[in-house]
Nanobody, 118 residues
Framework: VQLQASGGGFVQPGGSLRLSCVASGTIRTISAMRWYRQCAGQERERVADAITGTSATYSDSVRGRFTISRDNAKNTVYLQMNSLKPEDTAVYYC?????????????WGQGTLVTVSS
């Protein structure tokens, strides 16, 4: 199983970006997809969860500005980021809990850089 994240880039404060992450491989089902971020010199932070059968959850720092969504038919998770702030600058990673014929495992995407600056 591989996760491929995309959509990062440079944006001015107040702007928007949409990240995507596609899971590929021999997948039976995905029980959770998440977005994390890591700012320079800091630990990785969980930003948003999309767990099957539950409501999305968000960190306090992004609640009300970011929206996570999933397209289960495409094994894809999105992160719509609005009202971006300089402190949102980070490498964003997608994460998925995936069931295959071998059981369940957690997988990570390669990260996509988001830079918010004027």
């Amino acid at each position: 199983v591989q996760l491929q994240a995309s959509g990062g880039g440079f944006v001015q404060p107040g702007g928007s970006l949409r990240l995507s992450c596609v899971a590929s491989g021999t997948i039976r089902t995905i029980s959770a997809m998440r977005w994390y971020r890591q700012c320079a010199g800091q630990e990785r932070e969980r930003v948003a969860d999309a767990i099957t059968g539950t409501s999305a959850t968000y960190s306090d720092s992004v609640r009300g500005r970011f929206t996570i969504s999933r397209d289960n038919a495409k094994n894809t998770v999105y992160l719509q980021m609005n009202s971006l702030k300089p402190e949102d600058t980070a490498v964003y990673y997608c994460n998925a809990v995936v069931w295959t014929s071998r059981g369940v495992n957690e997988y990570w995407g390669q990260g996509t850089l988001v830079t918010v600056s004027s």
